[in-house]
């Protein structure tokens, strides 16, 4: 079956670190660029940062720039997204997404979503 | 990265159309025809129905048709169902390899 698996949501405080893992399966994960986007309660999906297939390239919302990290392995098929410094306005659901194969920014799989709270 | 702007709310009565815009700027969505479209249930994750403005994804029953003027992107849903009453997202390509979505409108059908 071809899907996306979010983990690695949870509560943590200001100021705290989490990563995100996202397991694909059932497509050739190696050959997708790949994303993150986020909904917060009761609000629209916002995206947040994007990935080459072979990770070279990288690119991230300006209000996650420096605090957040995206990357991928390969050959785990997982893609990740490390959280740093994270705000009360990081609150979210948290979504990995796939982008389609004609690279035009379109999101053609998504995975269930993982829930990040940030609060004290 | 300002949010598209959509209309919070539209509404149709079985089998009738509906319309819903989808406004940017020549930054975004009428800077590129990268503009795809979203279904969402509430708890669940968004769906694709269209990209690169007018294409359909298979499966996508074709009473979804989506076009684009300007700065400004359309969804268009004929024949509405019942199924159909969800919110729907548009997003676009944003230069500098980002994207922006839109903010949102809860379709109902009466």
């Known amino acids: 079956e071809v899907q996306l698996v979010e983990s690695g949501g949870g509560l943590v405080q200001p100021g705290g670190s989490l990563r995100l893992s996202c397991a694909a399966s059932?497509?050739?994960?190696?050959?997708?660029?790949m994303h993150w986007v986020r909904q917060a309660p009761g609000q629209g999906p916002v995206w947040v940062s994007r990935?080459?297939?072979?990770?070279?390239?990288?690119s991230y919302a300006d209000s996650v720039k420096g605090r957040f990290t995206i990357s991928r392995d390969n050959a785990k098929n997982t893609l990740y997204l490390q959280m740093n410094s994270l705000r009360a306005e990081d609150t979210a659901v948290y979504f990995c997404a796939r982008e389609g194969p004609t690279l035009t920014f379109h999101f053609d799989l998504w995975g269930r979503g993982t829930l990040v709270t940030v609060s004290s | 990265q300002s949010a598209l702007t959509q209309p919070p709310s539209a509404s149709g009565s079985p089998g009738q159309s509906v319309t819903i815009s989808c406004s940017g700027t020549?930054?975004?969505?009428?800077?590129?025809?990268?503009v795809s479209w979203y279904q969402q249930y509430p708890g669940k994750a968004p769906k694709l129905m269209i990209y690169e403005v007018t294409k359909r994804p298979s499966g996508v029953p074709d009473r979804f048709s989506g076009s684009k003027s300007g700065n400004t992107a359309s969804l268009t849903v004929s024949g509405l169902q019942a199924e159909d009453e969800a919110d729907y997202y548009c997003?676009?390509?944003?230069?500098?390899?980002?994207?922006?979505f839109g903010t949102g409108t809860k379709v109902t059908v009466l």
């Open positions: 997003s676009s390509y944003a230069g500098r390899n980002m994207g922006v």
């Open positions: 059932g497509f050739t994960f190696r050959t997708y660029w």
């Open positions: 020549s930054s975004d969505v009428g800077g590129y025809n990268y």
């Open positions: 990935i080459k297939n072979d990770g070279d390239i990288t």
